[in-house]
């Protein structure tokens, strides 16, 4: 008896065609009968949710993802989310907080040229993404390319290469070669529980630190009532300004978690190295460790909803986000809480 598998539409490269003024716009065709041989791995049910460019997909799409993967868990194998190049970390990122212990693999999946045109490189992202769903991973995973990467620890670090996304803090989950060859290290599936959550706070905002210029846009979020937590850009080891520190202060006063992550490809925010590291976290900035700036965001907006869930009092609050965001979630991160106390 073949899988089961769910494949969910939301958009993308992958069904655009181009218009009479030769630029790309979403297709209602339907592109999946261009693959025919992903019919022979698995039974495929298909849901279009969305059809729009992932440079406007935002926490509600995801959400809707969410809710339908966990209202049909049990009628599935695996999950494969068909998903525009732009904002697919993103997305696999919010999924992560936002379905957990599912125990089954969703694969997120899509192309660098429309299905549509001759050359592209969908039809094999398809077909290896299908056949990952029907395989022994309990996880969120890109499949594009020759490799599988884990969605929350997934960067896009091409416009135009076949390999557009790689997680430089952990090797690939899979090599695709004449065959998927999964590693030793990936979560395998398992008889999970899934539980939902999909209230993030999404009032935060992101500041990336430059060297000279003025700070009055970290000033401005610091005091505007409606930004709720800020993710905060650091150099190398998680290194701020000293000239931020008061507003760091008065933020973490006022329960606004500044989260800081490291402006790196490799290494962490290890903030205890040198003093513009240790400093903000005396005054209460939070650090992200090596998690990467896309998946910092949306667990920010995981913990900040959590704890909206909440009546702690404003230092409690803090430190039960603080916890959430130094909690592991499916391998996210892998710093150790001590080291950023």
Do not use: W
Not at 30 to 38: E, F, G, K
Not at 65 to 94: C, Y
Not at 313 to 333: C, G, N, P, T, V
């Amino acid at each position: 008896m073949k899988p089961k598998i769910l494949f969910i539409q939301t958009g993308g490269t992958i069904g655009m065609e181009r218009g009479p003024d030769k630029e790309f716009r979403p297709s209602e065709k339907d592109y999946l009968p261009l693959v025919p041989s992903i019919y022979d791995l698995a039974e495929i049910t298909v849901k279009r949710t969305a059809n729009i460019d992932s440079t406007n997909m935002d926490t509600s799409h995801r959400a809707m993802l969410a809710k339908i993967i966990f209202d049909n868990h049990l009628q599935f194998d695996g999950f494969v989310i068909a998903h525009g190049t732009d904002t697919m970390v993103d997305t696999a990122a919010a999924l992560n907080y936002m379905i957990q212990n599912l125990g089954k693999p969703i694969i997120l999946t899509g192309s660098q040229k429309s299905i549509f045109e001759s050359g592209s490189d969908a039809n094999n992202n398809i077909y290896y993404a299908v056949k990952a769903a029907t395989m022994d991973f309990g996880e969120i995973l890109i499949a594009f390319g020759d490799k599988i990467v884990r969605g929350n620890r997934a960067t896009k670090e091409s416009e135009h290469g076949l390999n557009a996304f790689s997680t430089p803090r952990v090797a690939p989950i899979a090599e695709i070669g004449i065959d998927i060859m999964p590693a030793e290290h990936r979560i395998k599936r398992f008889n999970g529980d899934p539980v939902l959550f999909t209230d993030f706070e999404t009032n935060i905002e992101f500041y990336q630190q430059s060297s000279g210029t003025n700070t009055k846009i970290f000033e401005n979020y610091v005091n505007d009532k409606e930004v709720h937590g800020i993710v905060l850009g650091a150099y190398g080891a998680g290194n701020v300004q000293d000239r931020l520190l008061e507003h760091i202060k008065k933020a973490t006063s006022n329960a606004k978690p500044i989260l800081v992550v490291t402006n790196c490809r490799l290494g962490a925010a290890d903030m205890g190295i040198y003093a513009v590291g240790s400093e903000p976290l005396k005054a209460g900035a939070i650090s992200a460790g090596d998690m990467t700036i896309e998946c910092a965001t949306q667990k920010l907006m995981y913990a900040i909803g959590r704890a909206n869930k909440t009546e702690y009092e404003i230092h409690k609050k803090l430190e039960f986000i603080k916890s959430l965001l130094h909690r592991q979630y499916a391998k996210d991160i892998t710093t150790i809480e001590k080291r950023f106390s």
